[in-house]
């Protein structure tokens, strides 16, 4: 069977960018049973941002519950914190001396908060630790040492994808082939989900909408999204709207049909807001249930967790002494 993996770092609660992005995606891909799936909390990734105890924890949790709470089956999906799995830092390192450092200099996310200081008057490199600067490298490390064929994810995460493929590629050809080469798969139609402002939704521009907020929240936040200011009763363009692209996420496809024609008719951004939460609130209100009786158990979440860890240390395992006996250690 093919692998399929997706991580996602837990630096504050998931939100509807992430769902559309990569969880659901990476579940749908674990319900056809076509696919052997690795789905994972980016522990260590997120300790590049995230250095308080409590919030850390919380975050954790929150991350691994939601992945539980929208239908995450952990006997059939290998479902692990990153921080459980040492297999994946050791193979880091081993990928860190077969990467070139300019490679890592043209990261998108390094990049742009160089560019950040430099506006800023800054010297480059202030506030940048070198877990940010090597971050893609731990990430093909988790993408790599399960040999994963493709990669759900987000737009954003595209070049980290294509980065753990030129690192395979270095690698199969000093070492002989070793890593088949993972695929990203990004939905065009979701590759980025706009978030309250119109820019995409992410946590570090605070314009998210967390899945998981009470259903007042969320009637607040779908109220305050962005439109422009055309009339209620003048024709609007569905296939380039926020509201439109996630009432699609949550709504039946009769809806979906109907709203496409109101669009065309002509209908207010408040009653298409109204709309939304309704089909969003109707869509999340179980999983919602769900998440908030797991986060008041975490032990149930470790036990869950430390189950997928085992799993994955399995494979990881047998595969890292492979790799290391064709680089010479011995085993
Ligand atoms: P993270 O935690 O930022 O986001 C998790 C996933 O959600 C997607 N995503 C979005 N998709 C569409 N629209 C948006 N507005 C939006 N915001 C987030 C992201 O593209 C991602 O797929 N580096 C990764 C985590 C990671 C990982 C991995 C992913 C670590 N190791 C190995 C895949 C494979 C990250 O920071 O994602």
Redesign the pocket.
């Known amino acids: 069977k093919k692998v399929v993996?997706?991580?996602?770092?837990?630096?504050g609660r998931?939100?509807?960018?992430?769902?559309?992005?990569?969880?659901k995606p990476a579940l749908q891909l674990a319900a056809s049973n076509e696919y052997s799936p690795y789905y994972?909390i980016?522990d260590y990734?997120?300790l590049t941002t995230v250095q308080n105890r409590e919030q850390f924890k919380e975050y954790v949790y929150g991350?691994a519950a939601s992945w539980l709470a929208l239908g995450l089956d952990p006997e059939q999906s290998t479902f692990y914190r990153?921080a459980d799995v040492p297999e994946i830092m050791e193979l880091s390192w081993i990928l860190s001396c077969l990467t070139p450092k300019g490679l890592m200099n043209r990261a998108h996310?390094y990049k742009s908060a160089v560019e950040q200081n430099l506006q800023n008057s800054l010297d480059q490199d202030a506030g940048i630790n070198i877990g940010v600067y090597s971050?893609?490298i731990?990430?093909?490390s988790?993408?790599l040492l399960f040999q994963?064929d493709i990669?759900?994810?987000?737009?954003?995460?595209?070049q980290?994808?294509e980065i753990?493929r030129d690192i395979a590629t270095h690698f199969n050809h000093v070492f002989g082939e070793t890593f088949p080469l993972?695929q990203?798969l990004?939905d065009t139609s979701?590759?980025?989900?706009?978030?309250l402002d119109g820019r995409?939704?992410?946590?570090s521009y605070n314009n998210?909408i967390p899945l998981f907020c009470g259903e007042k929240e969320l009637e607040k936040l779908t109220k305050r999204i962005v439109t422009d200011s055309t009339p209620p009763q003048e024709p609007k363009d569905p296939d380039h709207s926020s509201l439109f692209l996630l009432y699609q996420e949550f709504a039946s496809e009769d809806e979906v049909k109907q709203m496409r024609n109101n669009y065309h008719s002509g209908i207010g951004w408040g009653e298409v807001k109204r709309e939304l939460f309704q089909v969003m609130n109707r869509y999340l209100e179980q999983p919602r249930q769900r998440y908030k009786e797991l986060m008041s158990n975490p032990r149930e979440i470790d036990k869950i967790l430390h189950y997928g860890a085992e799993k994955a240390r399995h494979e990881a395992n047998h595969f890292l002494k492979k790799i290391k006996e064709k680089i010479g250690y011995s085993g």
């Open positions: 993996l997706t991580g996602i770092k837990s630096t998931p939100h509807v960018g992430n769902y559309i992005g990569a969880i994972f980016a990734h997120s991350i990153q996310a971050y893609p731990l990430m093909a988790d993408i994963s990669v759900p994810v987000g737009k954003d995460q595209i980290h994808v753990a993972p990203y990004v979701t590759a980025v989900v706009p978030g995409k939704m992410s946590k998210t």
